[in-house]
């Protein structure tokens, strides 16, 4: 009789346990369902953790989050404890807020503003997911000057452009390599670029958004970008100029062979691949050595001379709208650093490399 009372008390532990689980699960948000559900860490369960870690950085407290025992966390390139860097100085979300989900890799990527100490800034995030843990975080901050007009710029949009939130159709859909390999073509078409290449993956409607401001097709750049000496809405080898001009298209800006001053693109990874979405998130280098590679030919012949004065590096994180193997958005946050870093994710070898990695 006793070990029959013990049993029929257990089920009933247990049955109790099963009701006040079902009910905690009924009551809470679909993402919190999401992350607490069995299976597959899904769209919702991946953008939960990365609104949880955003709150847990404006929080300052980094024992919010569910982490692994080794996770990693850089910011800008430098390898630190969680809880040091921004997670001192962040103080509030922004309204700028574009997520990325990977859901077979289980990793996401973030493009958002938030502000620090008083000022707006623009943040490029990717989350690693094992076991409903965060194992890996990656983030740039882009800051000061160069990056407060654009992330202000971010914060009146609100929300990506909606072209990137568009499902391609299922029988137009590419797979993980096609896109990446699409994508890729931008950065091998930039390095050096001499504007006598195949730019056919560039999309008629293609356009660009680098920390905010956009640097295609822009009415407003009467100077063109960097000091461009010619305002046209597009590339005109006759008006003989020596740089790029945020006014022209994606594609005349390649074949106008003014980018050749970017020596190289390396270290790129990529990382977070939405093949439903058609979108490839990449993070990597773009490297200025000057000198004596500020002189190039341009496709008309002239000699020219342009870039920066000194060598440096844009670390960046760029995603690609791609749809029937043409790009049709760019977005970009980059921050400056020293010349030649590395991403603290990769071997010397694969951080000097301009291959692609995934």
């Given at each position: 009789m006793?070990?029959k009372a013990a049993v ?5 532990a247990?049955?109790?346990g099963a009701?006040?689980l079902?009910?905690s ?9 999401s992350l607490n559900?069995?299976?597959?860490c ?6 939960g953790f990365?609104?949880?870690y ?6 300052h407290?980094p ?6 025992r080794?996770?990693?966390f ?5 390898r630190?404890?969680l809880?040091d ?6 103080t509030a979300?922004?309204?700028y807020?574009f997520?990325?989900?990977?859901v ?9 503003t938030?502000e620090?100490?008083g ?5 490029a ?7 409903r ?6 983030t740039?901050v882009?800051r000061g000057?160069m990056a ?14 909606p072209?990137?939130l568009?499902d391609?159709p ?5 797979s993980?390599g096609?896109?990446?390999n ?9 390095q050096?670029?001499?504007g006598k ?10 356009n660009r958004l ?5 640097t295609t097709?822009n009415?407003?750049?009467?100077a063109g970008?960097?000091g ?7 590339y005109d080898a006759?008006?003989?100029p ?5 006014a022209?298209?994606?594609?005349d ?8 001053f970017v020596t190289r693109?390396r270290?790129r990874?990529y990382?977070?691949?939405d093949t439903?979405?058609?979108i490839?998130?990449?993070f990597?280098?773009?490297?200025h050595?000057a000198?004596?590679?500020r002189?190039?030919?341009t496709?008309?012949?002239r000699?020219v001379?342009?870039g920066?004065?000194?060598p440096f590096t844009w670390?960046?994180a760029?995603l690609?709208k791609?749809?029937n193997?043409?790009?049709h958005?760019?977005?970009a946050?980059?921050?400056q650093?020293?010349?030649g870093m590395?991403?603290?994710w ?6 000097m490399s301009d291959?692609?990695?995934w």
């Open positions: 006793r070990r029929l008390g257990a089920i009933g247990l049955l109790l009701m006040i079902l009910t699960r009924t009551q809470a948000s679909p993402a919190q369902q559900s069995l299976g597959t899904d769209r919702a369960c991946l953008d990365v609104n949880q955003l709150d847990a950085l404006v929080a407290d024992s919010r989050l569910p982490v692994t080794l996770v990693k850089t910011e800008n390139g430098q630190l404890e809880g860097g921004f997670w001192r100085t962040a979300k922004g309204n807020k997520y990325i989900d990977d077979p890799a289980g990793q996401v990527g973030f493009f958002g938030m620090e100490v000022h707006p800034v623009i943040v995030l990717r989350l690693k997911i094992e076991d843990r965060i194992a890996e975080i990656e740039i882009a000057q407060e007009g654009g992330a202000k710029n971010l914060d009146k949009l609100g929300k990506p452009d072209i990137y568009q391609v299922a029988a137009e859909r590419a993980r096609e896109l990446i699409t994508a890729n073509k931008y950065f091998s078409g930039m050096q670029d001499d290449h195949d730019y056919s993956f560039f999309g008629d409607d293609c680098e920390n905010g401001m956009q097709n009415p407003n750049a009467t970008r960097n461009a000496n010619n305002a046209g809405t597009h006759s008006t003989h020596a740089m790029y001009s945020a022209w298209s994606c594609k800006q390649f074949q106008s062979g003014l980018l050749h693109i270290d990874r990382k977070v691949v439903e979405r058609g490839v998130l990449c990597g280098f773009f490297d050595s000198g004596d590679t002189t190039f030919q496709p008309d012949g000699t001379t342009a920066p004065t000194t670390e960046i760029e690609f791609v749809q193997a043409k790009i958005r760019v977005e946050v980059l921050t650093a020293p010349y590395g991403s603290g990769s071997s010397w070898d694969e951080a291959q692609p990695q």
